[in-house]
Every structure is written in structure tokens, then in C-alpha cells.
């Protein structure tokens, strides 16, 4: 096991019209660092160029992801190739275009914690979610399921922030935190309330991120310097892909399990699964 282990996580959009989230991170020793953040993948290539990313613009641009790009880039920011990958997107061996196993075994385990899982199309994420892993696949990378036996190098494997979350901040439910829904956590709160309620629960997973993670840089607006919820989206997906590197550093720890089957798993942290039949499939 390579003692300076890297890690690539992608809090990747379902569709190339909206950005995505992107980390990198890197084991030194006992401890573990944040290399790069940004809120897209152009951004991301462009660290690794010395362009430093403008978090004030008015709107994060989507795009197709890059794999080539990224992984180059990302070599570049490390100074070696990444040896694991993770991602918060439907990705399984054969093509995906409905419900798979994964996503009901997630959905049994964890709806009455309010964190079912949303389930794959021939859209959405369809074709993009084949080109991610046929290209992760192609290049060395193996797509962890219920059928890998252990950890290794050149690995890619799916997470679920939501269900990470419970873990990470030892909730008993679901955290508000998504942008979109914000009208539905808290119904008849005005706008400014609601900004304060979700930079709130970002700060604490920020903060529960940062005892994992040294020189993470990412600095939260001020409730008062945010006039729209499409503001905070960029944070979001930037913390998405945050938790999505803690569920790589739990998988190479030997602390998560996989829901699901041999063709797609969702990577879980052990102690919020609950019942053993769903470590069966």
C-alpha cells in the first residue's frame, strides 16, 4: 500500500449544464491535507495552471467532465498520480438505466433516517455516468463493489454524502443542507433566514471536515454577503466533494461498507449501518 496515498473526489452534476465540486487530498504520515478545491471542473484544471479560482463570480459554468484533464491536473497539484477516486454519481459495471440494487438496498436502510436514494436514468446521469467509469476503467482504475475484497491502488468507488453525513457529525436523520431544498426544511421562512440556517450547517461540516483535513482554505460567506441561494450552491458541491474524500479516507481505513452488488455499490461508513441483511445485497 502506497504510504502517501491520494485522493480525487468529485462531487459530480448528473448533467453537464451544472458544475460540479472537486477535492483533492493527500496522506503525509498519520495526517491527511487538502491539496485543492474548486467549484468546477475548469476551475480545478485551472489551479494546476497557478490560476487561482474567483469564488465571487456571478455563476459557476457547467461542463463535460475531463477525465484526462483532471487526472493530469491532479498528478500535477499532488506531485504523484491519484491512487483512488470517489465520486457521488451512480457508476456500475454494466449501463445504467433504472433503479439498481445499490440504490434500493441504500433506500431500505436509510429512508426512515430521510436519506433514500435518488435513483439513476438513461439521462440522468446515463450516458455521462458510462463515460466516467468506461474512461476510469480503461485507464487502470477498478470500480469498487461488493465484490472487492479490499482497498488498493487505482480504485474508483460511489459515495452518498447524505448518508456520510450522518456519520461525520453523528446525526439521526438526514442534514439540511442542500441549497435547493431550503423552501422544504424550513417552509414559511423568509430568504435571509433560510441563507443563515444553511451557512449554519455548513459551518458544521465544515468544521467536522477540517479536523480531518489540514490546510483546508475554503472560507464561508457571511450571512450578510449573500443576496441569493444560487450563491451557496458553488459551497455545496465543494463540501460535497469535501465528504466525499472523508468516505475515501474511511474506505482506505477499512471503515466503510459497500450496499449493493457486484455490478454497483454505494460505499457507506460502518457505524450508520444498522441492519446486517443490507450487507448482503
Not at 465520486?87 to 456500475?92: E, I, K, Q, Y
Not at 436509510?110 to 436519506?115: Q, Y
Request: with cysteine.
Amino acid at each position: 500500500m502506497n504510504p502517501c496515498q491520494t485522493i480525487l473526489a468529485i462531487d459530480a452534476a448528473w448533467t453537464p449544464t451544472q458544475p460540479s465540486g472537486l477535492a483533492l487530498v493527500q496522506q503525509r504520515g498519520c495526517d491527511w491535507h487538502c491539496i485543492a478545491l474548486a467549484p468546477s471542473y475548469q476551475g480545478f484544471v485551472e489551479l494546476a495552471a497557478g490560476i487561482t479560482t474567483d469564488w465571487t463570480v456571478r455563476r459557476i459554468p457547467g461542463s463535460e467532465p475531463k477525465l484526462p484533464q483532471l487526472l493530469e491536473a491532479a498528478e500535477r497539484l499532488a506531485g504523484q498520480p491519484v491512487d483512488l477516486v470517489t465520486l457521488d454519481m451512480p457508476v456500475a459495471k454494466t449501463p445504467l438505466s433504472t433503479r439498481r440494487g445499490a440504490d434500493r438496498v441504500v433506500s431500505r436502510e436509510f429512508a426512515s433516517r430521510w436519506c433514500a436514494a435518488h435513483s439513476p436514468t438513461a439521462t440522468r446521469p446515463g450516458q455521462l455516468g458510462a463515460r466516467i467509469s468506461d474512461f476510469l476503467s480503461a485507464t487502470g482504475y477498478a470500480l469498487a463493489t461488493t465484490a472487492t475484497p479490499s482497498p488498493g491502488r487505482q480504485q474508483f468507488l460511489e459515495v452518498y454524502p447524505h448518508v456520510a453525513l450522518l456519520s461525520l457529525l453523528k446525526r439521526s436523520r438526514r442534514v439540511p443542507y442542500k441549497v435547493s431544498k431550503s423552501t422544504k426544511y424550513w417552509p414559511g421562512e423568509p430568504l435571509p433566514e433560510r441563507i443563515r440556517s444553511l451557512l449554519r450547517e455548513f459551518g458544521a461540516i465544515r468544521e467536522a471536515l477540517g479536523q480531518v483535513f489540514e490546510g483546508m482554505t475554503l472560507v464561508l460567506p457571511t450571512p450578510d454577503n449573500v443576496k441569493s441561494l444560487a450563491e451557496l450552491k458553488r459551497y455545496e458541491d465543494v463540501l460535497d466533494a469535501l465528504v466525499c474524500a472523508w468516505v475515501g479516507v474511511e474506505y482506505l481505513a477499512g471503515r466503510t461498507v459497500p450496499l449493493g452488488d457486484e455490478d454497483a455499490a454505494i460505499w457507506c461508513p460502518r457505524d450508520v449501518v444498522r441492519t446486517e441483511s443490507a450487507l448482503g445485497g
